[in-house]
């Protein structure tokens, strides 16, 4: 669904099962992110506040929040 609503191509996806991916992430908590959704924004984010991250970046949801 995110794919589908990411229309300027704004969201990166990394595989967290993928160790080549994963390690060159300075600062990435594959623990924590396999438990709980990651994003990056000058730091790492996991959580309620990484899937607000994500929606800030699907311009359907910026009308939501008055952009």
Avoid: C, H
């Avoid at 709980?36 to 996991?46: E, H, L, P, V």
């Avoid at 899937?51 to 949801?61: C, E, K, S, T």
């Amino acid at each position: 669904m995110v794919k589908f609503l990411d229309w300027f191509k704004l969201i990166y996806y990394i595989e967290l099962r993928n160790p080549k991916a994963t390690n060159t992430l300075t600062g990435f908590d594959l623990v924590l992110a396999s438990q709980q959704m990651a994003s990056f924004d000058d730091k790492w984010y996991y959580g309620f506040y990484s899937i607000y991250q994500i929606l800030l970046r699907l311009p359907l949801f910026w009308l939501l929040q008055g952009r």
